[in-house]
């Protein structure tokens, strides 16, 4: 169906990554080109009957037609051919799209405002991100803690709402690497724009090594996978924790207890809670001495669990 | 209409329903349908500019990433108040109970509604709510969505049951309204108006009716069930107690799905009368549009579950959903077709309503082949609740409700007014709104293909120009908007005096003066043929 590339249909969809999505886009193509016909139809008709007809005198005498039986069974029958076949069309993607393939890698995700969390079967947890192989059937199982989110991932073209008290499922089989968007389009509250995940596809044996790096650290002392965190959320960058050096923010050895002077001429002293607000909302409190907008907020990027392990170690650089 | 009406010559000096009782008194408490249409017109035409300031907002927050001027809780509220006011205070109501209350007995040649002290008893109620539903801004706002879901509804701390309730009073006004037409329809028609003279206005207004008061009721039980499982914790919605979320949607969609058609299907009925009033030529195929008003108010019913496609419903029902509301497809098709072919061999001229009426036909081809796309199960997995919805729905909302209510006005302002207003500049109105749509809109299909999801408060990079040129446009439907308002007010201050019929139409409410008298026909008309004999 080469004419269908010509559509410019996939041109402004994000790219296809699954074979459905293709499928989609070709059934999109002809319905943007059928419809495109129609317009002509109606539109173009419209503008040269109004042109065509264009009043000439008040009294000029106009047709008196009432109807035309032929005419209207046309136009009644041809609108309800096309119908049927994108119906069918449609139904026959669809049907494809809720048939889960047996043996499926299954990733559990749950919605909660505002934040996706994936849990493997080994027992690996992420948060705003699901990483899968590629080639492979992989089938979401969703869920939800809150309100209903719904599980977005258009370079797929699935869909499907979390619904709070039951579970619903969507499968794929991405055939191309890369981040995928993961957006919730389902209305949620306040960060609902803000919930946004990244599905990851890579290859098998990159996604085995990660699997298996990921049950490895899920086994560490919780202080250990902080100091990997620091690592992986880059906030080794800016921070150093071993000794007092200052790097783009202040160093973080030794503040666990300690008092911090605030540029708003405050001072407070370093907790749990503080650490918390600071990783969260950095700018709700600024560290004498450093610009405020520099570091970025990290609501939604760290699970619970990730959190308390990046605290724990920081607690730990005495 | 060839009626044996009589027109004699009036006098600038006559007795008309306005100037026949005077003082503020006589206005709020009168009984001419006249009047309560023009009560409507002006709370409507109000909140519609309240409703307009709202959707500024949101385009100006969207102009950019990021947040621009508001919070993403301030964001949440505005796009809340936009989608409830215009669609319970302003697209609900606007055309039948401006232009219905109005027209409706004239046309079918009555003296009144049938039950004048509840028609205006259905403007109090509605006023009652409105007032409700404005006071929430006061009182704790709401944020979420028009729509309400269930269970962020239940959970939101914000005035969510207060607006609920007054949604819930609207929509005891539009039963009231409903019924009193039906009964109008059915009973009061002049002698020799049958079912088949009477002009496809009525006939859609007909069927809106017969909507209303059976979709309605369900709306009113569930907002109310909603009431209660927020205030006492009944547990049918809420999933902690052992209720259904997702239950929520059917009840709220078996009244909106039927809603949609309460609003487009007046639109229609203003369509026809402008197309066969300006190209002066009978409507062709009469019977075919007034059945399939009443066609698409049947099926209308059993199609809600296309807006819950992915809500995880059973295949099986998204199957039978999809198919149903393919054939909503075909009466729609063919309503497009015969208006059409009415502009066929037609005496066409292009004074405002008439452009507005054209507009509409444009508008209405893009939501309609849109709304297919939509409703084919596969597309709309990528679809549902992206902007390519919201594009489809304003195409069809906007573009074609409040086009036909734009052009309803002005065809019928000098009936109204007895004045007419500058011609002009009301096309300027009509260029600056059209072009200012399509600009605001078409671009939103775009960002929804691309995926862009709906109720966004920021959005990705990649989504910036289109917002931001969606944005401008916004501006310009703000520009046309604001010089109506300025034409309409000039036109009532000092406008020239209308003639009875300035477009030469042939309904029976241009066979009396303008405006009308209280009893609006000096000698009760006869009816002898159909509503659009330009022979
Ligand atoms: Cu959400
Ligand atoms: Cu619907």
């Known amino acids: ?318 | 209409m060839s009626a044996s009406t009589h027109t004699a010559s009036h006098t600038s000096g006559e007795v008309n329903y306005i100037n026949e009782f005077k003082g503020l008194k006589s206005w709020f408490t009168s009984l001419d349908h006249k009047r309560i249409g023009l009560l409507y017109m002006i709370s409507v035409l109000f909140f519609f500019l309240v409703g307009g300031l709202f959707a500024l907002l949101i385009r100006l927050e969207l102009f950019k990433p990021g947040a621009q001027y508001l919070t993403p809780d301030q964001y949440n509220q505005v796009m809340t108040y936009h989608g409830a006011i215009m669609v319970f205070m302003v697209i609900v109501p606007g055309i039948p109970a401006i232009l219905g209350n109005f027209f409706l007995p004239l046309q079918i040649g009555a003296k009144d509604v049938a039950f004048p002290r509840l028609n205006l008893t259905s403007w109090y109620v509605f006023m009652l709510g409105a007032i409700i539903a404005i006071c929430t801004l006061f009182l704790g706002k709401i944020d979420t969505g028009w729509t309400f879901y269930t269970p962020y509804s239940i959970k939101t701390g914000t005035a969510a049951t207060m607006m609920v309730v007054a949604a819930f009073v609207m929509g005891m006004s539009s039963i009231l309204t409903g019924l009193n037409f039906i009964v109008t329809v059915h009973k009061l028609r002049a002698p020799g108006m049958t079912m088949f003279r009477i002009p496809l206005f009525i006939w859609a207004i007909y069927s809106t009716a017969v909507l209303q008061i059976l979709a309605t009721p369900v709306l009113g039980i569930t907002l109310l069930l909603l009431a209660m499982e927020r205030t006492f914790g009944v547990g049918i919605f809420d999933p902690n107690l052992g209720g259904d979320p997702v239950l929520f949607q059917h009840f709220f969609w078996f009244y909106s799905h039927p809603a949609v058609y309460i609003m487009i299907l007046p639109a229609m009925g203003v369509v026809s009368e402008l197309i066969a009033a300006f190209s002066r030529k009978t409507i062709f195929g009469y019977t075919a549009i007034a059945f399939s008003s009443i066609g698409i108010a049947a099926v209308s019913f059993f199609v809600w579950g296309h807006h819950m496609f992915v809500s995880g419903q059973s295949e099986v029902a998204g199957i039978v959903f999809s198919f149903l509301t393919m054939l909503v497809g075909v009466p729609t098709a063919i309503k497009m077709f015969n208006w059409l072919s009415t502009l066929y061999r037609g005496n066409i001229s292009f004074e405002s309503p008439m452009l507005f009426a054209l507009g509409f036909l444009f508008l209405f081809a893009i939501g309609g082949v849109t709304g297919i796309m939509l409703a084919t199960i596969a597309t709309d997995v990528h679809f549902h609740d992206t902007y390519f919805v919201v594009a489809h729905f304003h195409y069809v909302m906007v573009g074609g409700t409040l086009m036909a209510l734009m052009g309803g006005l002005y065809y019928w302002f000098p009936k109204m007014f007895g004045k007419m207003y500058n011609e002009t500049l009301a096309r300027l109105t009509f260029v600056l709104i059209f072009i200012g749509f399509n600009v605001t809109f078409f671009p939103q299909f775009i960002l929804g293909a691309m995926g862009m999801p709906r109720r966004y408060f920021d959005y990705i990079p990649a989504y910036q120009s289109l917002n931001s040129i969606s944005t401008i446009g916004s501006w310009l439907i703000g520009c046309g908007f604001l010089l109506s308002l300025y034409v309409i007010v000039t036109a009532l201050r000092s406008g020239e005096k209308a003639s009875d019929n300035p477009w030469g139409a042939k309904t029976l409410e241009w066979q009396t003066s303008s405006p009308p008298p209280h009893t609006n026909f000096h000698v009760e008309p006869v009816v002898t043929a159909g509503p659009y004999e330009y022979k």
């Open chain 1, 1 to 318: 169906m080469f004419w269908m590339q010509y559509a410019f249909a996939s041109k402004f969809m994000p790219t296809a990554a699954t074979d459905q999505a293709s499928q989609v886009n070709n059934l999109y193509s002809f319905l943007l080109i059928s419809s495109f016909i129609a317009c002509v139809i109606l539109i173009g008709g419209m503008i040269y009957f109004a042109y065509k007809y264009k009043r000439q005198s008040l009294t000029a005498k106009s047709a008196y037609i009432t109807h035309n039986t032929f005419l209207e069974f046309l136009w009644s029958f041809i609108p309800l051919v096309i119908f049927l076949v994108v119906f069918g069309w449609g139904w026959h993607i669809y049907h494809q799209m809720r048939q889960f393939p047996k043996d499926a890698l299954e990733v559990h995700v749950t919605g909660k405002q505002w934040a996706w969390e994936a849990t493997y079967k080994s027992g690996v947890r992420t948060a705003n991100l699901v990483k899968v192989p590629i080639d492979t059937d992989v089938k979401i199982i969703l869920a939800s803690n809150d309100v209903i989110h719904s599980f977005y991932v258009p370079s797929f073209r699935i869909k499907q709402d979390a619904v709070p008290g039951r579970y619903t499922a969507v499968w794929f089989n991405a055939n191309k690497l890369g981040d995928f968007h993961i957006f919730c389009t389902e209305y949620c509250g306040t960060q609902h724009s803000g919930m946004i995940g990244k599905l990851q596809v890579v290859s098998r044996e990159e996604y085995d090594k990660w699997l298996e790096e990921e049950a490895k650290f899920s086994t560490l002392p919780i202080a250990q996978k902080g100091e990997k965190l620091f690592q992986i959320k880059a906030c080794s960058g800016c921070h150093s924790v071993a000794d007092a050096s200052v790097k783009v923010g202040p160093s973080l050895f030794k503040k666990f207890g300690a008092k911090e002077e605030l540029t708003s001429g405050d001072s407070t002293g370093v907790d749990e809670n503080y650490l918390r607000e600071s990783i969260l909302n950095p700018n709700a409190k600024i560290v004498k001495g450093f610009a405020s907008g520099v570091m970025p907020s990290f609501q939604g990027q760290l699970s619970e669990d990730e959190l308390s392990a990046i605290i724990e170690y920081i607690k730990s650089a005495k």
